[in-house]
């Protein structure tokens, strides 16, 4: 609250934007998952957010991880995860990477495509493979599928070319794209996988692995859990020797963190002179920039990358915390700090005509594909994390798991 006047007695980080993480949200989040998908097994997505206490919180509550590099399977390990609890979920790595997790012990990765094959083939012939699959992936923020999956049609002859290499493959995923709004995908997904196990069949294979991916959403979890489980007792009645796993990233992450960012600068119009005519300002059209100090080349880079749209509210009002009902609201328009102008986080939106600079502006929904993405262009730091473990339901449990860590001093 007093970050400007400590900024003006030369306190360098009192105005600083940071995040909130309430590592109990992650904790809820998993118990939430146990309970609608109890046959499931989350690896939770690191590219996500591989924030060191989210990962420790996860490792002691028994996740698995999907890991897309060596720099993200490395992190996984140093916690004192087994090997066995990652599945290299990336179907194009380089030749050194796949070396590497064959080093490490990584043993389960995906596929789509033959070079892959020959590339295993070469430096780690006794991975477990799992051939990712091309589905729709149109109801979804983030598309995966422009880049990823092998189409149904393109299976038999990879297992085939499988086969001849030699190579052990066990199961199939496929991924509805990230922030999937429409539950259905995965029905359809969960079909084609289907298929894809017959052509495992017919290869001369016995899969005993379902990965059905991410794209899990916090608002619609419990529908796409329901839908999910439907198609699978559906197209997999017989669930035994199966072991079904799922990559979820931004269910567990996206609403654990809030950023709070100052703000640094504003331009308004000029104050009318006494017993001027007032001038007549259009509602619709932002008549004071807000300049914060986070911005779309840093946490806000989901802008661009995640396809957000992030809403401000007021953390403080005149140096108070108190925002009152009644205050007058003006179409206005938040700014990151950079000098781009492309770096703007809100075009419009309303907020209180008294909000000055020294105040506070926050954001929610701040966890997911956000501080793992940000850069110092122009000299910004990235915005540190602040840590709590939440006063509700699971603060204690959480407590205790990390504790875990300091006890075993694991580095991370
Ligand atoms: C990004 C990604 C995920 C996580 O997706 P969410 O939509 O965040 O759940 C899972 N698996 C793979 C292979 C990914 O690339």
């Known amino acids: 609250m007093r970050a400007m006047q400590l900024a003006l007695d030369g306190e360098s980080d009192a105005e600083k934007a940071f995040f909130v993480a309430d590592l109990s949200y992650v904790f809820r989040q998993h118990e939430r998952w146990q309970k609608c998908l109890p046959g499931i097994e989350p690896f939770f997505a690191v590219k996500c957010n591989p924030d060191p206490y989210v990962l420790r919180l996860l490792a002691a509550l028994g996740t698995g991880f999907d890991c897309a590099s060596n720099g993200e399977i490395s992190q996984v390990l140093r916690l004192g995860v087994d090997p066995s609890r990652i599945i290299y979920a990336n179907p194009c790595k380089a030749t050194s990477f796949i070396r590497g997790s064959a080093k490490s012990g990584v043993d389960m990765m995906t596929f789509d495509n033959t070079d892959e094959l020959y590339k295993i083939a070469r430096v780690h012939p006794g991975a477990k493979l799992v ?26 002859a990879l297992l085939a070319k499988a086969k001849e290499l030699n190579l052990d493959v066990i199961g199939v995923s496929f991924h509805v794209g990230s922030g999937c709004y429409d539950s259905s995908a995965f029905a359809d997904a969960v079909m084609r996988a289907r298929a894809a196990f017959d052509m495992g069949k017919e290869a001369g294979y016995a899969f005993t692995l379902l990965d059905v991916g991410g794209g899990f959403e916090d608002g619609t979890f419990e529908a796409t859990a329901s839908i999910l489980t439907d198609a699978i007792s559906r197209y997999f009645p017989n669930r035994e020797g199966l072991r079904i796993i799922a990559e979820p990233g931004r269910y567990y992450v996206s609403k654990a963190f809030s950023l709070a960012t100052n703000i640094i600068a504003r331009r308004a119009p000029p104050e009318p002179e ?10 619709e059209q932002p008549s004071v920039m807000y300049y914060i100090n986070d911005g779309v080349y840093g946490a806000f880079n989901c802008i661009l990358f995640d396809h957000q749209t992030p809403q401000p509210y007021v953390l403080s009002l005149s140096g108070s915390f108190h925002v009152p009902a009644s205050v007058p609201l003006r179409a206005s328009s938040v700014w990151g700090p950079t000098c781009d102008s492309i770096d703007c986080v809100c075009s419009i939106t309303q907020l209180p005509e008294s909000l000055q600079v020294g105040d506070w502006l926050a ?50």
């Open 363 to 412: 954001f929610d929904n701040m966890g997911a594909y956000t501080v793992c993405a940000a850069s110092q262009f122009n000299g910004f730091e990235v915005s540190n994390v602040i840590y709590t473990t939440g006063g509700g339901a699971g603060a204690a449990e959480v407590r205790r798991a990390l504790k875990m860590f300091v006890d075993e001093a694991v580095d991370v």
């Open 131 to 156: 051939v990712r699959i091309l589905t729709d992936d149109s109801k979804s923020l983030c598309r995966l599928g422009l880049k990823f999956g092998a189409p149904l049609v393109s299976v038999p």
């Open 274 to 283: 006494k017993g001027s005519q007032d001038v007549e300002m259009d509602p």
